[in-house]
């Protein structure tokens, strides 16, 4: 059984309700469907008692013509003249107000009776459209099952006799069954309503009580979002909740569920989606006791109209018990404390209330506290209209120190007065009221800054699990919880792949399974990985190209274009001709994406984003100088003569220092295109050929069919690399591939070092960069340090993703 809520807002013409009706078409299994009035007929129909109440005969009128709008439907959806129900809907209708014309006299009961109209009508207009249409379908009388007690306006729901109510009929269920919401009615046979906004809670208790597998509450908007989307254009739909949070959000004004309505399902531990009946395909809001960590706050919620009582005297301290009687005072007259705040010196209490219930808030106290003494303090009270509350609403917001100052100052900033502050005691929440004058500008300041700013999810899409691949996940893995800690970071792999396969997850593949996942996964195709990617659709993307492959490079510009931002150690996209490397700058600043290469040179260390704050800042660089290969670097550091020059090459390819190909290093290939990249990023147009190549390899090396081919040359050739490093060491020199760029000439070849050189103690695989510039013209600015490696590499892509996390666009 599960259990369906159409509100008002989805049944408002003909068109939704043959919406509502293929939602159900949709349905294989036993369902419940409680329906709300047609679209505003609840507020006409208050208005209806209120003009009959003043003794004015337009009432009738009204009722006239909301009975003709409810024929139209009838008729339009269902080809029949007549319905004889709908007809004695409104022939009683017309009795009770004309009873209350004649009195002048509008009892909650009378009133109860009027609501209720809508309910029972749309539910007449519903299962007859349900039945013409061929759906198995019958109709229930919610007064008849969900008893209540006389508590007309907001009636007690007494669970047990309403579920031997249900067992009774439940022998007559049809497969669809239809039920109007919000009303009730007393074991007497009187109708009571649940409170305006109550058929959520009739949907609710309905699903309790037979204990459905779920209930769906369907409306106009894609589920519980951020904020109220009429006062916070931006507000988003925030995935699941847990039902506190719903409960906290409702309660403080989120119109999209009734208060009320959580706790049925909460106990029965009945999940609960919130969808859009106009967009069926959209996964909604999915509530349940499951906690998700996908933001801080999940939503910001706000009752429009406060009243601020403030009461002062520390006479009220001397009469014991006075919290609870304020407290049980206004429980017995059903009004709802949104706020309050008190101070023990001189004991002094504020109270917000909403601004319907003041009046009759302020009665209730001055009977409450009504001696002598108590009576002064009461007149004095402080009664003050014209505000707001609003609350942020969130379960992890008790272990996040700042939420608080945050908010306070973004609304300070914003030259928004707090009137008063309060942090609910679940630590659930934290309530601020303000002139309501400022509302919709607090909302909307606040969900930037807490929405936009506070926890970001970042949501990576990786290929490549070589060695750099590993190290970074291991790293992240690492990283995890201090990023979320310290820097509200929530990183997530949502996509990974290798040459073989990939595996996929939308919240994100636990970090320490990625392995078993990916092994797991489908066939790896580069652009179904693309597809995904684009497809998911999340905000924050991020493409890490960990591989060294041409033809994943080549789809960086299609995915910059969907705005999401790329980060890798490839190279390749960065090397082609100029213009390709203008043009996929070009994309990225347009569709607001980022293309970061930090990687590309010396690995892990910072040359490029130094470089571009030099740019940035005004300067220019004027000459380069650079050992850029940490892998000629550690072979000739490595190598003496003693082991030959092809074991050193195995060695470094084994410890990862190397390029997949280590050809690409020993050919100086690789030395290269960083000088390329250097060159270009400094601002200088520059293509690869016009960079002087010397390669340090003899001639017979310089062709190879394959790598064992390639080894077996070098092996060949041990006396001539002897030869160079003998030379060296008579020259008391040192061996260093040096790249260098100066007047628009950029040149890569083998030097001897001498020993008063800086590159002379260059040591293992470090690699070193020296700028010369306008601001270091004398004194170069040196980088230096360990410029190959999985672990560095993986560091420098983690740097780019950070930077990218904690950039603003
Ligand atoms: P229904 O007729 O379906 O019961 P309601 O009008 O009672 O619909 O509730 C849906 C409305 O609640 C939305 O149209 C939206 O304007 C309003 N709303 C206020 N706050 C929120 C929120 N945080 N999330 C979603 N909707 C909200
Ligand atoms: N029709 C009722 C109201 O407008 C109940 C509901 O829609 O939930 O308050
Ligand atoms: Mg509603």
């Not at 607001?592 to 984003?609: D, H, M, R």
């Amino acid at each position: 059984m599960q259990v369906l809520k159409f509100g008002g807002t989805s049944l408002k013409n003909e068109k939704a309700i043959k919406q509502v009706n293929a939602i159900m078409e949709s349905r294989d299994s036993k369902s419940c469907v409680v329906v709300s009035a047609i679209g505003h007929t609840t507020d006409e129909l208050q208005k209806i008692a209120d003009t009959a109440k003043r003794g004015e005969v337009e009432y009738l009128n009204s009722i006239e013509e909301l009975e003709k709008s409810h024929y139209s439907l009838y008729r339009s959806l269902i080809d029949k003249k007549e319905s004889l129900e709908l007809q004695s809907c409104f022939t009683q209708l017309k009795r009770v107000c004309e009873g209350v014309y004649l009195l002048k006299e509008l009892t909650s009961k009378s009133q109860d009776f009027i609501l209720g109209t809508g309910e029972l009508a749309s539910s007449i207009i519903i299962s007859d459209y349900f039945v013409k249409q061929g759906l198995d379908s019958i109709r229930h009388d919610t007064r008849k099952l969900i008893v209540t007690d006389h508590r007309y306006g907001a009636a007690n729901v007494d669970f047990a006799k309403t579920a031997n109510r249900f067992r009774e009929v439940e022998k007559d269920f049809r497969k669809v069954n239809v039920f109007p919401g919000f009303i009730a009615g007393t074991t007497t046979g009187e109708t009571t309503t649940l409170g305006r906004g109550g058929s959520d809670y009739t949907a609710s208790i309905i699903a309790s009580t037979l204990n459905a597998k779920s209930l769906e509450i369907w409306t106009d908007v894609d589920g519980i979002m951020t904020a109220d989307p009429q006062r916070v254009k931006r507000s988003h739909t925030v995935s699941q909740v847990t039902y506190d949070e719903a409960l906290e959000l409702s309660y403080f004004g989120a119109k999209v569920l009734y208060p009320q309505s959580i706790e049925p399902v909460l106990k029965a531990g009945i999940p609960v989606w919130v969808k859009n009946t106009f967009h069926p395909e959209k996964p909604g809001t999915f509530i349940s006791n499951e906690y998700s960590d996908e933001h801080l706050i999940k939503g910001i919620s706000s009752i429009n109209e406060v009243t601020i009582l403030s009461i002062s005297g520390s006479t009220l301290r001397n009469n014991g018990g006075f919290f609870p009687r304020l407290f049980s005072g206004l429980a017995g007259k059903e009004i709802p404390i949104a706020f309050m705040t008190h101070s023990n010196a001189g004991l002094t209490v504020t109270l917000g209330v909403e601004t319907k219930h003041a009046r009759s808030a302020i009665r209730t106290l001055k009977k409450e506290f009504s001696s002598s003494e108590e009576k002064q303090v009461l007149d004095s009270m402080d009664v003050e209209d014209g505000y707001s509350l609003l609350a942020l609403i969130g379960s992890n917001m008790k272990d996040q120190i700042g939420v608080s100052g945050n908010m306070f100052n973004v609304l300070g900033r914003n030259g928004i007065s707090i009137k008063a502050i309060s942090q609910g005691s679940s630590e659930r929440n934290i309530s601020a009221i303000i002139p309501k004058s400022d509302l919709d500008k607090a909302l909307n300041v606040l969900h930037e800054s807490f929405f936009l700013s506070l926890t970001r999810r970042i949501n990576l899409f990786i290929i490549g699990t070589g060695n750099v691949g590993k190290a970074f996940l291991g790293q992240l893995k690492k990283q995890f919880s201090f990023l979320k800690e310290h820097h509200h970071l929530n990183i997530k792999v949502i996509g990974v792949a290798n040459s073989r396969q990939m595996a996929f997850e939308k919240d994100g593949i636990p970090l320490s399974k990625w392995e078993d996942r990916l092994s797991k996964g489908e066939t790896f195709d580069k652009s179904a990985f693309v597809q995904h990617m684009v497809d998911l659709n999340f905000r924050n993307s991020v493409f890490i190209d960990i591989t060294a492959s041409s033809d994943i490079s080549s789809m960086y510009k299609d995915i910059l274009k969907e705005s999401i931002s790329v980060v890798t150690p490839n190279k390749i996209a960065a090397t082609r001709t100029y213009d390709a490397y203008l043009e996929l700058k070009g994309v990225a600043k347009k569709f607001k994406s980022q293309f970061y290469i930090e990687t590309n040179v010396c690995a892990g260390l910072p040359i490029l984003s130094t470089l571009h704050d030099l740019v940035r800042s005004g300067d220019q660089v004027n000459k380069l100088q650079a050992v850029l290969s940490g892998t000629l670097n550690f072979l000739f550091n490595e190598y003496d003569g003693s082991k030959p020059f092809a074991d050193v090459i195995r060695k470094a390819k084994g410890l990862g220092y190397t390029e997949p190909d280590p050809r690409l290093d020993i050919s100086g290939e690789d030395v290269m295109r960083k000088l390329l990249i250097l060159i270009r990023e400094s601002g200088y147009p520059m293509e690869a050929d016009q960079i002087a190549l010397t390669s340090f390899l003899p001639d017979s090396c310089q062709q190879s069919a394959d790598l064992n081919d390639f080894y077996d040359k070098i092996e060949s050739a041990e006396s001539y690399f002897k030869e160079l490093y003998d030379k060296s060491i008579a020259n008391g020199t040192r061996l260093k591939v040096v790249a260098s760029y100066e007047n628009g000439k950029g040149k890569v070849s083998l030097e001897e070092i001498p020993d008063t050189h800086p590159f002379y103690h260059l040591e293992g695989k470090d690699n070193v960069v020296l700028f010369y510039t306008n601001r270091y013209a004398e004194q170069p600015l040196v980088i230096k340090g360990a410029g190959a490696g999985a672990e560095v590499t993986a560091s420098g892509i983690f740097a780019d993703v950070l930077r990218i996390a904690q950039s603003d666009s």
